[in-house]
Structure formats: C-alpha cells, structure tokens
C-alpha cells in the first residue's frame, strides 16, 4: 500500500547525485495512529521503512524492493500530535551488482528518530 499522498505528503523535495533530502507532513489523524497506539500515538518503524522506499521510487521513478538492512536504529520516537513535519535525508549509490545502497535518517523536532542503512534492488 502507498503511504505517499495517503498517509503523508512531500511538502519539499531538494534532490543532487546520489541524495535526496525531503520534508514530509503527516496526517496525524490517520488511521494507523488508531492502531499504534490508542491515546499514545507513535509512527510505527515499518512506516518509516516505507516512507524510505517511496522517497527512492519517486526520484528515481522505478520499483524498488528491500534486499537487505545492515543496520536499523530507532533512536526516538515520533508522536504526531507534538508535531507531524519530519525530515528524511537519503544518500545512495548503484553499485556494481545493481544494487541500491542507502542510508537515510528520519529526523523529529531536531533529534535522529531512525537511522538506516542498507540495498534495495531494481524490480
């Protein structure tokens, strides 16, 4: 399911060879939140994880898949009601298998909330 446009909304986008840096607003009346937690709203990890691949797929306008993840910290939580504007930064490279090696942080008033590293391939 694409999150993008539904759950949240790109509201700017600066992009250069091999990085993307983005400002995301989520709807933080969503139906996810209803789920994650009641009453203690906190954006879940695998949401986070999508809203990364859907970044990607929307610059480099193909399907990606996850391969693997060398590595997924979630440093903080991010509770929409405080505030729902997050920044993601990506940086990433093609390497000589083909595949897309990433790493991207999620940032939440200031403070790392994830830091990610890890290959998506082409689909």
């Known amino acids: 399911m694409m999150l993008i446009g539904n759950f949240y909304k790109i509201t700017s986008k600066s992009e250069k060879e091999g990085a993307i840096d983005v400002i995301l607003e989520v709807d933080k009346h969503h139906s996810i939140f209803e789920g994650h937690f009641p009453g203690q709203p906190v954006l879940p990890g695998a949401v986070m994880l999508q809203m990364i691949k859907e970044v990607l797929e929307?610059?480099?306008h193909y399907s990606i898949r996850l391969k693997k993840a060398d590595q997924?910290?979630?440093l903080g939580l991010i509770d929409p009601q405080?505030?729902?504007?997050?920044k993601l930064s990506l940086s990433y490279n093609i390497d000589d298998?083909?595949?897309?090696?990433v790493i991207a942080s999620l940032v939440f008033q200031n403070n790392t909330s994830l830091k990610f590293k890890g290959a998506f391939f082409k689909l």
């Open 58 to 60: 929307s610059s480099l």
């Open 72 to 74: 997924i910290k979630f």
């Open 97 to 101: 298998s083909g595949l897309l090696n």
């Open 82 to 86: 405080i505030d729902s504007v997050l």
